[in-house]
């Protein structure tokens, strides 16, 4: 039996946890909190995934270590480098979970992977999936990006199942631009709903918002190609239009009128496009994000929702 690490405890952790051992490994589960690690263990079941019950090959520690055939990073992007930092160094590839740009250095996750473990094989595993949905095995596809074919075809060998079909793709740049700028674009996606904007506005932000995101991922050296696959498009619809999205609902409730402060206060976990906005349009440099800059103005109080959209509207005219 093959054996899968997995870092990170949160609902997307202890998804990938099942997913992993409905795959037939036997998983290692990390909690940060030793005390949270043992509830879980002995209730089998993690709060923030509650009603989903944790199968027996999985083991639940506050230990941190990495091992077996692969170890998934499954924490926010901002605690990537630090958590990293205390991984014991292996030979087992290093996959990604976690989608956004690091806000002090502006690095891409398999960028921070490079300068803290730069012998560590890597790849990123993205796409549309909601926690939740994996954790029941319902029908889902995400990619594994990396340069690497052959840590491409070791991740989805041990996470592919007939429910969870694992597609591989050599662009890890566009991968991981389409992960993080999906997240605030939602953001916008559901401030568009929460104003009373309408259906017709939301699409065309999510279109356009594509453009920009294949506009990115070009200037940083991904293929624009990448942007219409599962890591771009896919991910893309599912977070700004899902009801479980956290950035489009933080969107819905700024959207409506509420502070950014305290819609963040109300919540237990991370919703990565907060962080990722400034971040992403820091990096972007000379990249035209009209929509992402928009919205890390609206994050930082620069600007209110009807100042924003009255400026997106009132761009030049171009064709297509």
């Known amino acids: 039996m093959s054996s899968v690490t997995v870092i990170g405890a949160g609902a997307w952790g202890t998804a990938l946890a099942i997913q992993a051992a409905r795959a037939g490994n036997a998983v290692t589960l990390w909690a940060r909190d030793p005390a949270r690690a043992g509830i879980i263990a002995a209730s089998r079941e993690n709060p923030r995934l509650s009603g989903v019950r944790l199968p ?6 506050s230990t941190l270590s990495g091992g077996g055939e692969a170890t998934l990073l499954a924490v926010p992007m ?3 480098r630090g958590v990293l930092a205390r991984l014991p160094i292996g030979t ?6 976690a989608k956004g740009v690091e806000a002090q250095t502006l690095c891409l ?15 990123v595993l993205t796409g549309p999936n909601f926690a939740h949905e994996i954790a029941a095995g319902l029908p889902a596809a995400a990619v594994v990006a990396s340069a690497d074919a052959a840590v491409r075809e070791t991740v989805a060998k041990l996470l592919g199942t007939p429910s969870f079909r694992l597609y591989g793709n050599d662009d890890p740049i566009g991968a991981q ?3 993080a700028a999906k997240n605030v674009i939602a953001i916008a996606a559901g401030a568009v709903i929460g104003a009373g904007l309408g259906e017709n506005a939301r699409a065309a932000l999510i279109t356009r918002g594509l453009a920009e995101l294949a506009r990115l991922t070009a ?5 624009a190609e990448t942007v219409m696959g599962l890591s771009g498009l896919g991910d893309l619809l599912l977070t700004c239009t899902g009801p479980a999205s956290r950035n489009c609902s933080l969107g819905l ?3 409506r009128g509420e502070a950014l402060a305290d819609v963040l206060a109300a919540r237990s976990t991370v919703t990565e496009g907060v962080a990722t906005a400034p971040a992403l349009v820091a990096r972007a440099s000379e990249v035209d994000l009209p929509i992402c800059t928009a919205v890390a103005a609206l994050l930082a109080g620069r600007t209110t929702l009807a100042e924003a959209m009255a400026a ?4 030049p005219r171009r064709d297509e």
């Open 56 to 61: 027996e090959p999985i083991a639940v520690t």
């Open 78 to 80: 901002q605690h990537l």
């Open 92 to 97: 087992a590839p290093l996959v990604v979970c």
């Open 109 to 123: 996750p398999l960028e921070i992977i490079e300068q803290i473990q730069p012998r560590a094989p890597s790849a």
């Open 177 to 179: 631009v389409g992960g």
């Open 219 to 223: 200037a940083l050296g991904g293929r």
């Open 253 to 255: 409730a700024i959207g």
């Open 312 to 315: 997106l509207l009132a761009r």
